[in-house]
């Protein structure tokens, strides 16, 4: 695979020269216009052997272009971080739309030294390249340009750039001894990178491998390969928002068309519905006052309990609350917060996403929230906005909110892979309890504020969000991360149900025995 890769290619310094000035002017302007498009961005992955110039290029990048418009990011997993899930470093570190990242040392490092070291077997291995490629994958699918450089040497090329970094008082502090250790090791660390890119090579997120002997060599490789990755990047955000302008000049004809179809569905209906998962719930369950008080203080007080053992242990706790608008997710969601300790535990309530927010994958600001071991963080609304409010108001496309499923899933998976409880809570009311709520909210003067026009507007789509609930369930509901489905007409019982789910799910994680009956 990298025999193309030690031919000991080189660039004259005056054909080099020449070559750099207009590459330099190029690639200034084409950073410039991807800014001014602003819908996509460039992710540009630096990987290979030590010694081969992955440093020098990425200082060159930064020189040539304006760096005030870059990231640039290298990795060394610290203490830190090792609190976090893997990826929440790399999800953090991502450039806004429009700009360029420029990542050293990233999420290929560390499996390829392990791999070459024997610490994870060929299985494990594989394993962490799919987690890569999904990732990856995500990042493509919204609308990053991907490319990835494997700077390649020789043995012998890369021995003797070691040495000559080593004699140099200028370098010789770069030189460390894992690197003598990683050259003998050199076959082994030959074969990882020969699976890595086999496994990791596709149209969207392509290899690159680059010679590194010769500095102009490599660095033009580089230089042009960016170059016209960003040329053509612009030309298809282009090509897009004139398409996307046509679309929306169709979808304008096409809305009398469509009004009329929906009045015709609405005469019809009181139509028979097929059942559904939230359908099928008894909403009639409840629990007396005085008893609902007794059950209250006796798990908030075993919660508390569960809570400190899980921040000795350091296990984060992670969860989410979806439902219907005045379906008591605040009230549960307060029930819960009181059991624990405040300065271990952070309620993030899910709005429309904010300009920085928007510049960004929607995971991002999700992953940037995600609570370091030993810590609480719960989500009132969550990551399932795109595959619920999205989907159903069409703010996604049925190509971003159908692939969402799958990009959820990698995501709740590695939370619980890290260690941490995910427990996701679905609190469900019908359609006449919510009518109720909503008309006590609209008479009552302190709880007027919370009734706003889009609950009203979301109450007509009932038939839609939940058929997309369904739809939630079937895809996301995993043996990691199953749903709890909780009956809310009743407030008590509900808020009962889910502190007593909260509980179970660290009880488990943590090997305990019940401390209350249940």
Not at 155 to 176: G, S, W, Y
Not at 235 to 245: A, F, G, K, N, Y
Not at 297 to 317: D, G, I, P, S, Y
Request: hydrophobic share 35%.
């Amino acid at each position: 695979m990298f025999e193309t890769a030690e031919l000991g290619r080189r660039i004259p310094k005056r054909e080099y020269s020449e070559r750099v000035d207009s590459l330099r002017q190029d690639l200034l302007t084409l950073q410039n216009d991807l800014r001014q498009v602003g819908r996509s961005r460039l992710v540009v992955v630096f990987a290979g052997v030590d010694g081969a110039g992955k440093r020098e290029t990425v200082g060159l990048l930064n020189s040539w272009m304006d760096a005030r418009w870059m990231v640039t990011r290298a990795f060394e997993t610290t203490d830190e971080e090792r609190r976090f899930p893997e990826y929440w470093r790399y999800w953090r570190s991502l450039p806004p739309r429009g700009r360029i990242g420029l990542f050293l040392s990233a999420w290929y490092s560390q499996p390829v030294i392990d791999h070459a070291y024997d610490r994870i077997t060929p299985a494990e291995f594989d394993a962490k390249l799919d987690q890569i490629l999904a990732f990856e994958t995500a990042l493509a699918d919204d609308g990053a340009a991907v490319v990835k450089f494997w700077m390649h040497l020789s043995r012998e090329a890369q021995e003797t750039r070691l040495m000559n970094l080593k004699n140099d008082p200028l370098t010789q502090a770069r030189v460390r001894e894992q690197d003598w250790h990683n050259l003998e090791r050199y076959d082994r660390f030959v074969a990882a990178a020969e699976r890595v890119i086999s496994r990791t090579n596709t149209g969207q997120t392509p290899w690159t491998i680059v010679e590194g002997v010769d500095p102009n060599y490599r660095s033009l490789t580089v230089g042009e390969f960016v170059r016209d990755t960003l040329r053509k990047t612009v030309e298809e955000v282009r090509l897009h928002e004139e398409s996307e302008r046509r679309r929306v000049k169709q979808a304008e004809k096409q809305a009398e068309k469509k009004a009329g179809k929906k009045a015709k569905a609405d005469e019809d209906d009181n139509r028979p519905r097929l059942p559904t998962v939230l359908s099928q719930l008894d909403c009639s369950k409840s629990i007396p006052k005085d008893e609902y008080a007794e059950q209250l203080n006796q798990l908030q007080a075993e919660l508390h309990l569960l809570h400190l053992r899980a921040r000795e242990e350091e296990v984060a706790t992670i969860l989410v609350f979806e439902g219907w608008d005045a379906a008591g997710k605040g009230g549960a969601i307060r029930r819960v917060a009181a059991a624990l300790e405040p300065k271990n535990c952070q309620v993030h309530g899910v709005a429309v996403p904010t300009d920085e927010e928007l510049a960004q994958h929607y995971l991002w600001r999700f992953w940037r929230n995600v609570p370091r071991d030993g810590h609480v963080a719960i989500f009132d609304r969550s990551w399932y906005g795109r595959v619920l409010v999205e989907r159903v108001e069409e703010f996604a496309t049925e190509e971003e909110w159908r692939r969402a499923y799958a990009e959820i899933t990698d995501f709740e998976n590695q939370l619980v892979e890290h260690g941490s409880v995910l427990v996701k809570f679905w609190i469900h009311i019908t359609r006449e309890e919510q009518l109720e709520r909503f008309e006590d909210r609209e008479a009552t003067p302190h709880k007027h504020w919370k009734l706003t026009e889009d609950d009203w507007r979301n109450r007509e789509k009932w038939p839609e969000y939940e058929e997309a609930f369904d739809d939630v369930v079937q895809y996301t509901s995993t043996r990691l991360a199953p749903w709890t489905l909780v009956e809310g007409n009743d407030k008590r019982y509900a808020r009962i149900k889910v502190l007593r789910t909260v509980c179970e799910r660290l009880r488990e994680r943590l090997g305990e025995p019940p401390l209350a009956s249940d």
